[in-house]
């Protein structure tokens, strides 16, 4: 059984940073292409990064370019989102995803098929 914890959230200052964490269990970490998503209240769920199951390869939106980092530990079976410079517009849940079997580096949503709960992130002004 596939399950994926994210932590990390928290309320900060515009301008500050976090690194949220995702530990995933029950399936194979290292043979998986994974991702970051947001959804902000109102809004549709957004793809921000995703990364290859070796970590070779990664891709981020351009909302967050040069300000978010996506990374993996396939020894912790962990995947990171470093955050920095974050704006109130950075404001979300923000979820990690596994992707289908044959799918990677897209953040079509309907292209991931196990979802953690999420972990909030709050940016104020």
């Known amino acids: 059984q596939v399950q994926l914890v994210e932590s990390g959230g928290s309320s900060v200052q515009a301008g500050g940073s976090l690194r949220l964490s995702c530990a995933a269990s029950?399936?194979?970490?290292?043979?998986?292409?994974m991702a970051w998503f947001r959804q902000a209240p109102g809004k549709e769920r957004e793809g921000v990064a995703t990364?290859?199951?070796?970590?070779?390869?990664?891709s981020v939106a351009d909302s967050v370019k040069g300000r978010f980092t996506i990374s993996r530990d396939n020894v912790k079976k962990i995947l990171y989102l470093q955050m920095s410079s974050l704006t109130p517009e950075d404001t979300a849940m923000y979820y990690c995803?596994?992707?289908?079997?044959?799918?990677?580096?897209?953040?079509?949503?309907?292209?991931?098929?196990?979802w953690g709960q999420g972990t909030q992130v709050t940016v104020s002004s």
């Open positions: 990364i290859n199951n070796s970590g070779g390869s990664t």
């Open positions: 995803a596994v992707a289908r079997w044959g799918s990677c580096l897209t953040t079509r949503v309907s292209e991931y098929n196990s």
């Open positions: 029950g399936y194979s970490f290292s043979g998986s292409c």
